[in-house]
């Protein structure tokens, strides 16, 4: 299954695969397949999460990091 070019993917998610790929014997190609994301997506998800562990896929995204300002 294909996800539409700018698909987002919740950073659970990304972190679930990455930590797959880390811990266990599958294949960047096997994790992607099983779950309908590109082996290129993937990759670039565990250089992250190699670098930069969990917190790489949670930035900003939590606390309310983000407020607009009305005026």
Do not use: C
């Amino acid at each position: 299954m294909k996800h539409p070019r700018g698909k987002r993917y919740d950073p659970e998610f990304k972190l679930r695969l990455a930590k797959e790929f880390a811990e266990t014997d599958k294949t960047l190609e096997e994790i992607a397949q099983e779950n309908g994301i590109s082996s290129k997506t993937l990759n670039n998800w565990t250089v992250k999460y190699r670098k930069e562990g969990e917190a790489a896929f949670f930035k900003g995204s939590r606390g309310g990091s983000f407020i607009r300002d009305p005026n």
